[in-house]
């Protein structure tokens, strides 16, 4: 060979060309079947039953790729309510409240919205850390996609001109991602377990605040994988000790021998920005150390 040969990298059409030859092919009896589509633009067939092992590869792979080509190497997950009102709308959730009991627990609400900007701090700080040598970057805030502390994550980027992921889920009734995720990071999933997959993969620090069910989800499953070794330890930073010894007690599931007591451990009790940021910056430091 000389140096002129050039050998193609690939012979076979592009599944894409024969996709748009398929869509402006001849109109017949046959080629009008749903049987005659291309296996791959049938989303009737995608959507069968049998189908389900086929779309839990999809939603693994589609947002891998799409990490992978923004070069995230890791990632900084914020978990938190989406009910907690950010202090410039407090005084509205007030306002909205009728009865005593409604009046209570809207002044529970806004009592948390301290931490909207806790959240969002953390976030300005994270999305400040530099690429690495090969261009990769690290500690890239990643929220649910949704309102309120997840929120608050997703601007705090943006505050600092940095991008950010949003992983939403799609629910029964509407939810649109918050307006501060970058819009080629804004990912929708299905699958529960596949989004809170991806949460984890590049994890390297998770940040939990105040928050119901979906938190307490993503938060204890997180602690439970490190407990039971599935993941190497991280930074667990959980916010509002007050909240949390209000509505779970981690002392007594140690002190019912259900847990270890240094299971307790895997969490750090943190009230500011600064000081948890510090202490993810700590933790890798120490470990490359």
């Given at each position: 060979?000389?140096?002129?040969?050039?050998?193609?990298?690939?012979?076979?059409?592009?599944?894409?060309?024969?996709?748009?030859?398929?869509?402006?092919?001849?109109?017949?009896?046959?080629?009008?079947?749903?049987?005659?589509?291309?296996?791959?633009?049938?989303?009737?067939?995608?959507?069968?039953?049998?189908?389900?092992?086929?779309?839990?590869?999809?939603?693994?792979?589609?947002?891998?790729?799409?990490?992978?080509?923004?070069?995230?190497?890791?990632?900084?997950?914020?978990?938190?309510?989406?009910?907690?009102?950010?202090p410039a709308k407090a005084q509205a959730v007030l306002d909205l409240a009728e009865g005593d009991?409604?009046?209570?627990?809207?002044?529970?609400?806004?009592?948390?919205?301290?931490?909207?900007?806790?959240?969002?701090?953390?976030?300005?700080?994270?999305?400040?850390?530099?690429?690495?040598?090969?261009?990769?970057?690290?500690?890239?805030?990643?929220?649910?996609?949704?309102?309120?502390?997840?929120?608050?994550?997703?601007?705090?980027?943006?505050?600092?001109?940095?991008?950010?992921?949003?992983?939403?889920?799609?629910?029964?009734?509407?939810?649109?991602?918050?307006?501060?995720?970058?819009?080629?990071?804004?990912?929708?999933?299905?699958?529960?377990?596949?989004?809170?997959?991806?949460?984890?993969?590049?994890?390297?620090?998770?940040?939990?605040?105040?928050?119901?069910?979906?938190?307490?989800?993503?938060?204890?499953?997180l602690l439970t994988l490190i407990q039971t070794g599935k993941i190497e330890r991280m930074p667990?930073?959980?916010y509002g000790r007050e909240f949390w010894d209000r509505v779970v007690n981690l002392e007594a599931?140690?002190?019912?021998?259900?847990?270890?007591?240094?299971?307790?451990?895997?969490?750090?009790?943190?009230?500011?920005?600064?000081?948890?940021?510090?202490?993810?910056?700590?933790?890798?430091?120490?470990?490359?150390?």
């Amino acid at each position: 060979m000389t140096d002129k040969t050039k050998v193609p990298s690939r012979v076979f059409r592009r599944a894409d060309e024969d996709a748009q030859t398929a869509r402006t092919g001849t109109h017949t009896a046959q080629t009008e079947d749903p049987a005659y589509r291309l296996a791959f633009q049938d989303l009737d067939f995608l959507l069968r039953e049998d189908l389900r092992p086929v779309r839990f590869q999809l939603e693994l792979l589609k947002p891998q790729l799409l990490l992978d080509e923004a070069k995230i190497a890791s990632m900084l997950v914020m978990y938190g309510s989406a009910r907690i009102p950010e202090p410039a709308k407090a005084q509205a959730v007030l306002d909205l409240a009728e009865g005593d009991a409604a009046r209570r627990v809207a002044e529970r609400l806004v009592a948390k919205s301290k931490y909207y900007d806790v959240a969002r701090e953390l976030a300005r700080l994270a999305s400040a850390f530099p690429r690495d040598e090969k261009g990769d970057r690290h500690f890239v805030v990643c929220s649910g996609g949704g309102p309120s502390i997840m929120e608050a994550a997703n601007r705090g980027a943006t505050d600092v001109g940095a991008e950010s992921v949003g992983l939403n889920i799609v629910l029964p009734h509407e939810q649109a991602p918050n307006p501060y995720v970058t819009p080629s990071l804004s990912m929708q999933f299905h699958y529960f377990a596949l989004r809170k997959m991806h949460f984890l993969l590049r994890a390297r620090a998770v940040a939990v605040f105040p928050g119901g069910f979906g938190t307490f989800d993503e938060s204890f499953e997180l602690l439970t994988l490190i407990q039971t070794g599935k993941i190497e330890r991280m930074p667990v930073l959980f916010y509002g000790r007050e909240f949390w010894d209000r509505v779970v007690n981690l002392e007594a599931l140690a002190e019912e021998g259900v847990i270890s007591p240094r299971d307790l451990d895997l969490i750090t009790w943190v009230e500011t920005a600064e000081e948890g940021w510090e202490i993810i910056q700590d933790f890798w430091r120490d470990r490359e150390g």
